[in-house]
């Protein structure tokens, strides 16, 4: 300020290594977005707009889910490496850990309401590449009741399955309804700018377990239900 005299130290700190794939990521998907804005002439006013669509996305927590919506189906087919095996899925939000043991298979902890259609689901755990049993596999099965609500207090419509020497499997529980996910957030917000619904077709979720390892997590989907082909997960 002029009052009495001073230096100024620049210090140059190291910058901290190069994480190559990190790099290598970003300068793709910046040269894929600037292909974007070139193609459809994007003003720089629908850049801030944009800008700001994602921080009201990041201060409502839904980033994650997101980029799940577009992307993760991709990547499981990417990466999963499964071909003539089950398809991996999503695991969604609603997955907790120590669900309780169901003997007889039965999910319901509260009676089916009046009208709720209920179904005997049963099936082999095997290994892809041998059609052999897996040997300690345990069903984690949770999901939707017929109203499309998840119990998240009790452990309503969900639990763990021991399956038999043969890897049989047998359980009882409600017929999930397709649910709408995000109709006040800005994932709704996208999707109604763009006229789709944000509906999850009917489906249970699934994992399998062999001591502590989760060998598969996946989606088994209702036959027949009206959101099968517009499922708003990609």
Known sequence: CGHRPCCIEIMNKPLPPVNQRVKQIFERVVEQLKEVVTEFEITQDELHA???YFNRLGQSGFCRSLIDVALAMTSVDATARTQGSTRPNLEGPFHRVDSPVRDNGDLFD?????????????????????GEPLAGAVLDVWQAD??????LEQWHLAGRITPDADGRYALLTAVPRDYSDHDNDPIGELFSLMGRHNRRAA???CKIWIGGECVLTTQLFIEGNAYLGSDYVE
């Open 50 to 52: 944009a800008g700001d």
């Open 110 to 130: 509260l009676p089916p309401a009046s009208g709720t259609p209920t179904v005997n689901l049963s099936g082999r755990i095997t290994d892809a590449a041998s």
């Open 146 to 151: 017929h109203n499309g609500s998840y119990d």
């Open 203 to 205: 489906h249970i979720h």
